[in-house]
């Protein structure tokens, strides 16, 4: 004779607790090891108008006018592989704003040779000085635009000099080079004189004759020898500098 449960169900109540139980099993089994579509299928890979990357895992998810251009990724794990090269950039914007500066541009020319692509609109492009070459970030140097400016004001200056007559090519001015041959030829004359006490006081002396005492007369003289010659060479060099010869007189 079949129970009632058995008229009703179809299945003695043993079976169909033991159904119940395989059919918790197979759900839990579901809640903990999900089937991941990026991990079965292809990770797509494209660049707005924006310049902005984006992954996708589905290709509908891709507006049409940019299908054209869609590079496919292999899926290696249940999320898209970190962004490298060109990508790593975007996730630099917070930290770009305070390296790069403030996202205005300085007006100053990005450094020659390096690749920009994927530069965060927030950084400065004058302020990238390179780029990882294993994480594709961009390297930065705040300080570049200033240092620069500051270097064409000085070259933009020295050129308004030369024009006026008023430096030579190496910025040099008449007080320059006034100075210069000044401190020379009293240079040389401390040294002759030197010369001349230390050459009176070894002849009149006890020491005529030793040989340190000569040497020493001898180096005087030396060193005042080359401090004239030098002196004698300013002018020349002055001319080559393309400073007025009247300037060294």
């Known amino acids: 004779m079949k129970t009632r449960e058995e008229l009703t169900w179809g299945h003695s109540p043993r079976s ?15 809640l ?7 991990r079965a299928g292809k990770i797509y890979k494209y660049r707005d108008s924006n310049g902005q990357t984006h992954f996708v895992d589905d290709l509908r998810k891709i507006p049409t006018k940019y299908r054209d251009q869609v590079e496919k990724r292999p899926a290696r ?3 898209p592989a970190a962004p490298a090269a060109e990508e790593a950039g975007e996730g630099q914007g917070e930290e770009g704003a305070a390296a790069g500066g403030s996202g205005e541009k300085s007006g100053v020319a990005p450094k020659e040779g390096v690749d920009l692509t994927g530069l965060p609109p ?3 492009p ?12 961009f390297l930065l140097d705040p300080g570049r635009p200033e240092r620069l400016k500051a ?4 070259a933009e200056e020295l050129n308004k000099q030369q024009k006026l007559g008023q430096a030579d090519k190496d910025g040099h001015d008449r007080a320059w080079w ?3 041959i000044a401190s020379c030829r009293a240079e040389a004359k401390n040294l002759r004189e030197q010369h001349k006490a230390a050459s009176a006081a070894y002849v009149g002396s ?5 040989p340190e005492e000569a040497r020493r007369v001898e180096e005087l003289n030396e060193r005042a020898k080359a401090k004239e010659a030098e002196c004698a060479r300013i002018p020349e060099d002055a001319r080559a500098a393309g400073a007025p010869v009247g300037w060294v007189r």
């Open 126 to 137: 004058a302020t990238v000085v390179g780029r990882d070459p294993e994480t594709g970030r």
């Open 16 to 30: 169909f607790k033991g159904l119940a139980l395989a059919g918790l099993l197979a759900l839990g089994l579901l």
């Open 178 to 180: 006034r100075q210069r």
């Open 77 to 79: 794990s249940t999320r």
């Open 151 to 154: 270097e064409q004001e000085r």
């Open 32 to 38: 903990v090891s999900p089937v991941s579509p990026a």
């Open 122 to 124: 927030d950084i400065d």
């Open 206 to 210: 006890q020491k005529f004759g030793m």
